[in-house]
């Protein structure tokens, strides 16, 4: 589970990221890595340490899916049930 610290740093935290990568994912559909990565550059400094585990927690989401082939993520949209 996800829960908020009392000293989390909002504008830098993983869930912010995924909103940030989503918002870009939702546009292009297919993006490559390089790409991705350096759309979290307005964070700044703290983009390096949150980049990767906002890729697992997206993928575990389900909400994106990776093409090695390519080295690129697609944005998964789901029906609702």
Known sequence: ??????????????????????VRLRDERICRFSDLR??????GEDADPVF???LHFLFLMGKIDYHPQTDSFEYLERQAE
């Open 1 to 22: 589970m996800i829960r908020p610290a009392k000293h989390l740093n909002l504008d830098s935290c993983v869930l912010r990221a995924a909103a940030v990568l989503l």
């Open 38 to 43: 350096q759309s979290l550059e307005p964070l």
């Open 52 to 54: 990767m585990p906002t």
